[in-house]
Each structure stands twice: as C-alpha cells, then as structure tokens.
T-cell receptor, first 114, second 118 residues
Framework: AQSVTQLGSHVSVSEGALVLLRCNYS??????LFWYVQYPNQGLQLLLK??????LVKGINGFEAEFKKSETSFHLTKPSAHMSDAAEYFC????????????FGAGTRLAVHP | DAGVIQSPRHEVTEMGQEVTLRCKPI?????LFWYRQTMMRGLELLIY????????DSGMPEDRFSAKMPNASFSTLKIQPSEPRDSAVYFC????????????????FGPGTRLTVT
C-alpha cells in the first residue's frame, strides 16, 4: 500500500535562507506525487505535482521538487524563503487502483523568521 | 470557475444537535472527497464518491456520521448527534478522473467548515 512520510513536523528558517521540506513515499506502482500548501484558516492549495514527465518539477511561488526514484523521495525546496511562505505543507501520493485517492503525509509546518 | 464551495464556513452547535455540512464541487468533476482535520489526528479522509456513488466510507468514524451525494453538484456530511470530539475543520475536495480528461488525480479543496461542538 502507498504511504508518505514527512520528516520533521516543524521546520524553521530565516528569511532568505534555503527551504528544504522532506518527503519519502512508498508505492508499488509508479506514483503521482504532490505538494500542497495550507495557509492559516484556508484549504489546501496545489503547489506542484510529479506525473512521470520531468523529474525536476517547478511549482508556484518559486518552489520546486525533485523526484528521486532510487531514494523514493520527493523533497520540496525553495532557494530563498520569504515571510509569506510560512504555512503548513503536505506531501501526497496517488493510490493505485484508479480511484483518484491521495494518501497525505502528516504535514510540515514551516516558520520563517526575520 | 468558483472552485469548491462549502457552507457554512463556521458552525457552532451544542452537543447532541444535528449538524449538516454542505459542499458544491467544481462543475464537471466526478470525484468528491470529505476530509477532517484536527491538531491531534491531522488530515483524515472520511469518505469519497465517484459519479455520486460512495466508493469508500471506511474513514467515517462512527454511525453518527453520514454522507450523501444526491447529484453531481451537491453533497452533504451529517453528524447526528454531534459530540465535542467532532470539533474540527471539515474539508470537501473534488477531482476529475483520467477518463473524464482529468490530470493525474489532482484534488481541489474547498475553504473548509470549522465546526465547534460545545
């Protein structure tokens, strides 16, 4: 069965520093992978997705993620953090079977300080 | 498109009362999902529908919870009777399948309903 592990429930960075949020997945079939962002008091918004095309995926707000099959990882990065990036980030993997179901990780709360 | 619409945005009710949460998915989407989010348990999938038919309700916590989708543009999640431990944010999401021209299971979330049961 598919699963997602997000390492670190809380990450804190300085404004302008590199953001790295870790996600490892388990899947018996080639997966589709997603990163969602949730700002306070809002729903989840798609940040980017991997769909078996390019392994380096670029998303909104300067974020990108790299699919590494050998490491079963899909880590999210941003070269320079901005205060507005403070939010909770969720990694998700599609479940096989064709039912559009996503398996979400526990989330990582990103804090950005001046 | 207006996106996924949920109502109400906030609901405060007393223990034992019936609560009904509503969702309007994005037009043309054939999948609809109900999630619950709490600090303790994170994001939990409660139930999902395909073409208005419930596919998997194994996440529904107990018989007090029920969900319906009478047509492609409307779904409800009902809690009867409500209890304080039901306090959470409830999200509805929709997507459309590859057969319908969808894009790799991407789900679109509504803004959520914040439920407080006192």
């Amino acid at each position: 069965a598919q699963s997602v592990t997000q390492l670190g429930s809380h990450v804190s960075v300085s404004e302008g520093a590199l953001v790295l949020l870790r996600c490892n997945y388990s899947s018996s079939v080639p997966p589709y992978l997603f990163w969602y962002v949730q700002y306070p008091n809002q729903g989840l918004q798609l940040l980017l997705k991997y769909t078996s095309a390019a392994t380096l995926v670029k998303g909104i707000n300067g974020f990108e993620a790299e699919f590494k099959k050998s490491e079963t990882s899909f880590h999210l990065t941003k070269p320079s953090a901005h205060m507005s990036d403070a939010a909770e980030y969720f990694c998700a993997v599609s479940e096989s079977g064709g039912y559009n179901k996503l398996i979400f990780g526990a989330g990582t709360r990103l804090a950005v300080h001046p | 498109d207006a996106g996924v619409i949920q109502s109400p945005r906030h609901e405060v009710t007393e223990m034992g009362q019936e609560v009904t949460l509503r969702c309007k998915p994005i037009s043309g989407h054939d999948y609809l999902f109900w999630y619950r989010q709490t600090m303790m348990r994170g994001l939990e999938l409660l139930i999902y529908f395909n073409n208005n038919v419930p596919i998997d309700d194994s996440g529904m916590p107990e018989d007090r919870f029920s969900a319906k989708m009478p047509n492609a543009s409307f779904s409800t999640l009902k809690i009867q009777p409500s209890e304080p431990r039901d306090s959470a944010v409830y999200f509805c999401a929709s997507s459309f399948s590859l057969n319908s021209g969808g894009s790799h299971y991407e789900q679109y979330f509504g803004p959520g309903t914040r439920l407080t049961v006192t």
